[in-house]
C-alpha cells in the first residue's frame, strides 16, 4: 500500500514534468505569418524590416523610411523612402530635368514654336502674331485711318492701314507717303510691310520704287515710320512720316 502511494505521487511529478518540457518546446512562431516586411520571428514577435512595424510587420513607418534621404531642392517631399519631385524632375533624387514633360502643357497654336530654356518654356511666334500662346494677329493692332505728315511732302494726307493680302501676318499702308502711284495716277501707292509685335519692316521694290526701312506703333496707337526713297535712277530720299490715328 505504501508502495502504491510512492508510485502515484511520482507519477503525477513526472505526468507534470513531461507538460512543463512540452510547454517550453512549443514554437510560438511556428503558426505565426509574419508577412513580407518581416526578417524572422523570435519567441512568437516579427521582427520587423526597416520601415516597418506591427504585429504582422503591416504597417509602413513612413517617418523612419525617409531619414537619411536628402531628396534636394527640387522635390516637394518624401513619402515612403521615395522622393516626391517638383514638375518638371525625376529620378531618385529628383536631381534629372525631364525635358519631355516641361513644355507638354504649352500650346502655341500654328502661330508658333514652343523654346525650351532649363526648365523655362515659352512661344516664339511667327512674324505678326503675338501673346502667351501666339493668339493675337499683331497687325490687328495697327489697323485703321490715319492722318499723316512727312518730313518729304508739305501736305497732310490720308493714309488707310489694312491686313496684307502678300505678307502673311503683315499689313499695308494704301497712300503711302502721299506718293503718286507711277503705273496709274489714279490709283494709290500701296506699300506692304511685316509686323513683329509693334515693330514695323518695310522693304520693297514696286512700280521702280524702292522703299526700305522700319516703324513702330507708339503706346498711344501712332504709327512712325523711317524710310529711304530710291528710285529707278538710284536717287534717294530720306523721309519720316508720323501717321496719327483718326
Do not use: R
Not at 510512492?6 to 512549443?26: H, M, P, R, S
Request: charged share 20%; with cysteine.
Amino acid at each position: 500500500m505504501k508502495f502504491q502511494n510512492l508510485l502515484t505521487k511520482y507519477a503525477g511529478i513526472l505526468v507534470l514534468a513531461l507538460l512543463i518540457g512540452l510547454n517550453a518546446c512549443t514554437d510560438d512562431c511556428a503558426s505565426k505569418d509574419c508577412g513580407p516586411n518581416s526578417v524572422g520571428c523570435e519567441d512568437g514577435v516579427c521582427i520587423c524590416e526597416f520601415g516597418y512595424f506591427g504585429e504582422f510587420c503591416d504597417q509602413i513607418d513612413t517617418t523612419s523610411l525617409c531619414e537619411g534621404i536628402d531628396c534636394g531642392p527640387n522635390s516637394i517631399a518624401c513619402e515612403s523612402g521615395i522622393c516626391i519631385c517638383e514638375f518638371g524632375y525625376f529620378g531618385e533624387l529628383c536631381e534629372q530635368i525631364d525635358t519631355a514633360s516641361v513644355c507638354d502643357t504649352l500650346d502655341c497654336g500654328a502661330n508658333g514654336i514652343v523654346v525650351q530654356n532649363g526648365l523655362d518654356c515659352f512661344c516664339e511666334c511667327n512674324d505678326g502674331w503675338e501673346g502667351d500662346n501666339c493668339e493675337i494677329q499683331s497687325s490687328l493692332n495697327f489697323l485703321g485711318i490715319y492722318t499723316a505728315t512727312s518730313s518729304c511732302d508739305s501736305e497732310t494726307f490720308i493714309v488707310t492701314v489694312e491686313e496684307s493680302t502678300i505678307i502673311e501676318g503683315g499689313i499695308k499702308f494704301i497712300n503711302f507717303s502721299n506718293l503718286v502711284n507711277p503705273t496709274d495716277p489714279n490709283l494709290d501707292f500701296v506699300v506692304n510691310a511685316s509686323v513683329d509685335g509693334t515693330a514695323i519692316t518695310i522693304f520693297i521694290v514696286q512700280d521702280g520704287i524702292t522703299v526700305n526701312g522700319t516703324g513702330e506703333l507708339t503706346e498711344n496707337g501712332n504709327i512712325n515710320l523711317t524710310y529711304t526713297l530710291t528710285d529707278e535712277d538710284g536717287n534717294e530720299q530720306s523721309c519720316t512720316d508720323i501717321l496719327t490715328a483718326s
